[in-house]
């Protein structure tokens, strides 16, 4: 994993990207470089208000844009770890928005991601709806109260598919259905053992769990 110098961790919401994403930033003495929750439309869209999935899409877009841009990744002497892959933004639009919608989307985000680098290595951290919604009730983020197991789903099954055709960059997928680093060390530096080693292609993990 020492040559990877842009890595990208990604996975559907409270998977642990950004938990992650610092701890491997701190083995790496890499930079991380963290997504933003700040969205002013963001509550509305989780409750459904006419809209405003637009409106949060697009806040989503340009920021993403710009946190990468200023990064200047392919000029950094530094690694980086983020905690989101740019391509995830169009995965949720794609789920959030009508047809009309999505036909303005994709034009600001192919003009975006043509200036991007891509990553050398993503980590996609998958898990079941029931998990993903044992975590969110954990986080106790009020906003995310309002997300149905019905969009985990999609989102779960949009992560599949995206990444079962994904051939950017290297990728490890890791289950994290029986593993909880977040908040347990051991299962922690499991994982982090696991990403000391080389990644080819595309390499699954399955972690024993405590």
Do not use: C, W
Not at 47 to 59: C, L, P, T, V
Not at 187 to 198: F, I, M, N
């Amino acid at each position: 994993m020492s040559a990877a110098r842009y890595i990208a961790i990604e996975g559907p919401l409270r998977v642990g990207k950004t938990s992650l994403a610092r701890s491997l930033a701190e083995r790496l003495r890499a930079r991380p470089l963290l997504d933003s929750e700040e969205n002013p439309f963001l509550g509305n869209f989780y409750r459904g208000e006419s809209g405003s999935a637009f409106r949060a899409q697009m806040y989503f877009l340009m920021s993403r844009y710009q946190r990468i841009h200023e990064a200047d990744i392919s000029h950094s002497h530094t690694p980086i770890v983020a905690d989101h892959l740019f391509e995830k933004d169009k995965l949720f639009a794609y789920i959030n928005l009508n047809d009309d919608e999505v036909a303005i989307y994709d034009r600001y985000y192919r003009h975006f991601k043509e200036q991007l680098p891509a990553p050398d290595l993503v980590v996609y951290l998958k898990a079941p709806t029931d998990i993903l919604r044992e975590r969110i009730a954990r986080k106790n983020v009020a906003d995310e109260s309002h997300i149905s197991d019905e969009y985990i789903d999609e989102v779960v099954r949009a992560y599949e598919h995206f990444f079962a055709h994904y051939k950017a960059a290297d990728v490890l997928v890791v289950d994290t259905s029986k593993s909880d680093f977040v908040h347990r060390e051991k299962d922690l530096e499991e994982l982090l053992e696991e990403l000391s080693r080389p990644v080819q292609g595309t390499q699954y993990f399955l972690p024993l769990g405590s």
